[in-house]
Each structure stands twice: as structure tokens, then as C-alpha cells.
């Protein structure tokens, strides 16, 4: 998992799986959601990151580490993104609906 914040274009860029397998990206509002070619979640980017998440720009410009956690169900994801700072944990959790083809329930 790799994690970039961009604080000029106020981008958060969150990595996950390999990225060789990339075929397509999905918008969904702000959240564009990397997909691989059998419809596996490969990465998220966070639009307008410092009001959409639950860290302002300072802190996701200090963010230390980041875990991601994809569970799939029939046609429904959910993307689980905990964000480190410090000793303190923060989570943002994003439902997606049917499969990859660009709902966020």
C-alpha cells in the first residue's frame, strides 16, 4: 500500500494491489477508483482529499502509514482506507455497488 497527498491539487492518492494489472479508472463524484482488467480494486484518489476525508491538509500532509482492506460480496465492495498519524488512527470507509461499474452506494 502506498500513500502520496498532494497539497497544492489537494489529492490523496491511496496505492493497493499491482498496478501492471491496471485497466481502467472509475469517477465516482470525487472518489476515482482504479480498477484492474477482472474488476479488482487497484487504488483510490481522494478530489478536494482535505474536505472529503477526516483529516485536514496538515494532517494528511504528516500521514505516516496506510492500510487498506477490500471485502467483496457478490457485486458489493467495501474499501476500508485507515490512515496513521501519529498515535492516532483514522478510518474512511467506501461502499461500492455492482462490482466496479462506478456506483459508490
Not at 479488482?40 to 496538515?58: D, H, Q, T, W, Y
Request: glycine share 8%; charged share 30%; proline share 2%.
Amino acid at each position: 500500500t502506498r500513500f502520496e497527498y498532494h497539497e497544492k491539487d489537494d489529492i490523496a492518492v491511496f496505492e493497493y494491489g499491482d498496478h501492471s494489472e491496471y485497466e481502467r479508472s472509475v469517477d465516482v463524484a470525487n472518489f476515482v477508483i482504479d480498477v484492474s482488467e477482472d474488476g479488482k480494486f487497484l487504488g483510490l484518489e481522494v478530489i478536494g482529499a482535505s474536505e472529503r476525508l477526516p483529516l485536514n491538509s496538515k494532517q494528511l500532509s504528516n500521514v505516516e502509514d496506510v492500510e487498506i482492506t477490500v471485502q467483496e460480496e457478490e457485486d458489493n465492495m467495501m474499501v476500508t482506507v485507515v490512515m496513521k498519524l501519529g498515535n492516532e488512527k483514522t478510518s474512511l470507509n467506501l461502499p461500492v455497488t455492482g462490482g466496479m461499474t462506478g456506483k459508490v452506494a
